[in-house]
């Protein structure tokens, strides 16, 4: 299996364009993460799926942020209008049984930088 | 509220050191344990798991943790450490309870350096 597929690996946008990151889980995973990776913050948790149905919003920043995962190879986390404070590193994780089976996939992320 | 908390920002050892990483976590009941390693440009990679039974675990590339109770604590230790070892760990926790199913709480991280 090639492992979590995240695209692209650098985006640089400007400041009010809409951007959308993409990712691949590994197949028969079941659970799909979206984390944010900021110097200040470190890693948080904005979303998760269970079988393509978003189980936990309660991360996602504000409503510039959304995400959808249409099937159960595919999502997206789309910033619209997106925002120099939104520069960081966007990680995408799968898993088979959540937490209980071997952990969590990571992707190689991808580097946002809005200006 | 919960959390994990690693309090070493960052740590230098020289090759062929032992090395231990600090976890603690504040939870009502014991939470299911891991530590990630994360190299510079790369995903976070699973190194080892706790869930129950005997509170040492071993890991991949030669780490082991060790669940402490009584001290709330998730220690990442390696006996000799290598200069690949050089990298961000993260411990992570997870309580699955209600809601929350399915969310790993993660700690800040300690960035390790190795001296040749």
């Known amino acids: 299996d090639a492992g979590v597929i995240q695209s692209p690996r650098h985006e640089v946008t400007e400041m009010g364009q809409e951007v959308t990151l993409r990712c691949k889980p590994i197949?028969?995973?079941?659970?799909l993460f979206w984390y944010r990776q900021t110097m200040m913050r470190g890693l948080e948790l904005l979303i998760y799926f269970n079988n393509n149905v978003p189980i936990d919003d309660s991360g996602m920043p504000e409503d510039r942020f959304s995400a959808k995962m249409p099937n159960a190879s595919f999502s997206t986390l789309k910033i619209q209008p997106s925002e120099p404070r939104d520069s960081a590193v966007y990680f995408c994780?799968?898993?088979?049984?959540?937490?209980?089976?071997?952990?969590?996939?990571f992707g190689s992320g991808t580097r946002l930088t809005v200006v | 509220a919960q959390s994990v908390t690693q309090p070493d920002i960052h740590i230098t050892v020289s090759e062929g050191a032992s090395l231990e990483l600090r976890c603690n976590y504040s939870?009502?009941?014991?939470?299911?344990l891991f530590w990630y390693v994360q190299s510079p440009g790369q995903g976070l990679q699973l190194l080892l798991k706790y869930f129950s039974g005997d509170t040492l675990v071993q890991g991949i590339k030669g780490f082991e943790a060790e669940f402490k109770r009584s001290q709330s604590s998730f220690n990442l230790r390696k006996p000799s450490v290598h200069w690949s070892d050089a990298a961000e760990y993260f411990c992570a926790a997870f309580t699955g309870r209600g809601s929350t199913l399915g969310r790993l709480y993660f700690g800040r991280g300690t960035q390790l350096t190795v001296w040749p």
């Open positions: 939870y009502g009941a014991t939470p299911y």
């Open positions: 197949s028969g995973h079941d659970y």
């Open positions: 994780a799968s898993s088979l049984r959540g937490v209980y089976g071997d952990g969590y996939t």
